[in-house]
């Protein structure tokens, strides 16, 4: 069991380069050139992965690339690459919060866990467990070997205070370095305590790293005094920014059902990647836009794609 230090990351390195992801193979590069006011950016390619949910909240997989419209900073881009349910690799990093204010609940998470893990996994993709408690340590690194990780979830217990964000920062990290499709999956009560990192820079690794952050979030008691709504909020911000989708769970039932949609939108997801038409901006963060066009029965509908991307990496 690997103890992830927040420490590892520090002291700061500024960096100018960012890794964009995999469309179908290799890892795009990026150069980039900071000015005074005016950056400019090489892009070789940009992925976007867009999940479509119909009127009742089912994922849709009909769509063709002629379906989507899609922008960068209010510009149209052109669709270089489209693909439905994308056989990319998967890499999931999920997370499970072990404070002491889970405790009566962890052995339900842990099992709905385990349900996920074996209904989504195949050969080709990879898993990680993680525990967060006071730090944040790394159960079992990337396998698609389900005896490993039943292994490692029986071996996890409860912490004490809860380091949230850390465990974003780092599980972004770890994804960041993995190709094809890549996802979070957090279990907490959404509270945050001693976490050595900040919203703001848990977001950006996310968002760097192109993970989708899926929350999963436990609220044993509504109307609790000791509630974190200030931690659910900004889990619930984390969540939509990356493209994923947060739940509340106060149940077993409900937490097998949100894992249950989990898979089955990770089964049914578009990728669509583009060469941006833009070299020139005066921000380092360029927002993505995706909307239905000629859109077929059953909606409304509701799409669901990552807010944009940096062209400069942060400086961890």
């Known amino acids: 069991m690997n103890v992830l230090s927040m420490k590892q990351f520090w002291p700061r390195v500024r960096l100018f380069s960012l890794v964009l992801g995999v469309a179908l193979a290799a890892a795009p590069a990026i150069s980039a050139q900071d000015s005074a006011t005016t950056l400019k950016i090489d892009v070789k390619l940009v992925n976007v992965f867009v999940t479509v949910t119909d009127a009742h909240g089912a994922p849709v997989g009909s769509l063709a690339k ?54 989504i996994l195949r050969p080709q993709d990879g898993l990680a467990l993680y525990k ?5 340590r790394e159960v079992v690194p990337f396998t698609s070997d389900l005896k490993a990780i039943d292994a490692g979830i029986d071996r996890i217990r409860n912490g004490s205070a809860t380091a949230m964000y850390d465990a974003i920062f780092l599980g972004s990290q770890a994804l960041g370095r993995r190709r094809g499709r890549k996802v979070m999956v957090m279990i907490t009560d959404g509270g945050d305590t001693v976490s050595q990192v900040s919203y703001k820079e848990a977001l950006r690794a996310a968002q760097e790293s192109e993970a989708l952050i899926y929350s999963v979030i436990i609220v044993p008691i509504e109307a609790s005094a ?6 659910e909020h900004a889990l619930i911000q ?18 097998d059902e949100a894992f249950r949609k989990i898979s089955d939108e990770l ?15 005066d921000s380092e963060f360029r927002r993505i836009q995706v909307n239905l066009l000629n859109a077929p029965p059953g909606g409304p509908f509701e799409l669901r794609n990552r807010a ?8 961890w």
Do not use: C
Not at 132 to 136: D, G, I, P
Not at 247 to 252: I, M, R, V
Not at 308 to 315: A, E, I, N, Q
């Open 66 to 119: 002629e379906n989507f419209l899609l922008k960068e900073d209010g510009k149209e881009q052109k669709i270089a690459v489209f693909s439905r349910e994308s056989e990319l690799p998967l890499s999931i990093v999920l997370a499970v919060d072990t404070s002491l204010s889970t405790r009566k609940d962890l052995p339900l998470e842990l099992m709905s866990a385990r349900k996920f893990a074996h209904a």
């Open 132 to 136: 967060f408690s006071e730090e944040v």
């Open 226 to 231: 000791g509630r974190d709504t200030g931690g």
């Open 238 to 255: 984390i969540s939509e920014d990356t493209g994923g989708k947060y739940y509340y769970a106060t149940s077993a039932v409900q937490l």
């Open 267 to 281: 089964r049914t997801q578009y990728l669509l990647a583009y060469y941006p038409s833009q070299r020139f901006s």
């Open 308 to 315: 944009g991307y940096y062209t400069v990496k942060g400086s």
